[in-house]
């Protein structure tokens, strides 16, 4: 019996050890034409045996990746793709910048700022009013999260003033409790607890009723 330990480690075990052998054989074809042939059959067989493949973008192209790396890039045929050289795999990726910030308000995040960033290029009007109240009230919940801890509306007025330089001010608003955006959600929400709570106690008397009938017919 032959032992797995004892056969040739393979390149890629998602694939199996069929597939390696046939790409190994391939190898040995005395022709270029042979060759080719065999190394379409490969790559065909590779995508039935994986179908997931098939989601991805440029699966295809993939799949001749895959060929040439099952065959050590050992593999004389025509690939339709341009083919990916060993040092090309092995190369890392750049690595990428990560945001910096130039303030101490970090915790409030990049889309924050372009959120700001949004709202200072708005004309005047109901819209940037909504969208600078929008962000406020975003700004007071980054910091409770970030700071653990509970902060009043006239330090996010502050903090707003400062991140947008001097170009949204809200600190003519006595508290984020009487902005529009805040009153409208904070009113949808108790109009839904309401009926919620409406639906329940019709329900609740609707099964009080069908308890009674059944008693009363019973008797």
């Known amino acids: 019996m032959e032992y797995n330990t004892d056969r040739t480690q393979l390149i890629m075990p998602e694939y199996g ?53 099952l065959a050590d890039y050992d593999l004389d045929v025509d690939s339709p793709y341009t083919i990916v050289t060993k040092e090309e795999l092995a190369e890392k990726p750049r690595r990428m910048d990560y945001p910096s910030f130039d303030n101490d308000y970090k915790f409030y995040g990049k889309s924050i700022l372009q959120l700001i960033e949004m709202a200072i290029k708005l004309n005047e009007g109901d819209e940037k009013d909504a969208l600078i109240q929008v962000i406020a009230n975003n700004m007071k919940k980054s910091y409770n999260v970030y700071n653990k801890e509970h902060v009043s509306d006239d330090v996010i007025f502050r903090h707003l003033k400062d991140l947008s330089d001097n170009q949204l001010d809200l600190t003519g608003l006595d508290s984020l409790d009487k902005s529009k955006i805040y009153y409208t959600s904070n009113r949808n929400q108790n109009n839904n607890r309401n009926q919620n709570n409406r639906n329940q106690n019709n329900n609740n008397n609707k099964r009080k009723n069908n308890f009674q009938n059944h008693k009363n017919k019973r008797r």
Request: hydrophobic letters at 35%.
């Open 17 to 69: 050890r069929n597939i390696q052998q046939l790409v190994e054989h391939c190898k040995t074809l005395p022709t270029k034409e042979e060759r080719n042939e065999m190394a379409l059959a490969i790559v065909e067989f590779m995508g039935q045996r994986n179908p997931h493949l098939r989601d991805e973008e440029n699966y295809k192209h993939k799949l001749w990746d895959h060929l040439f790396i």
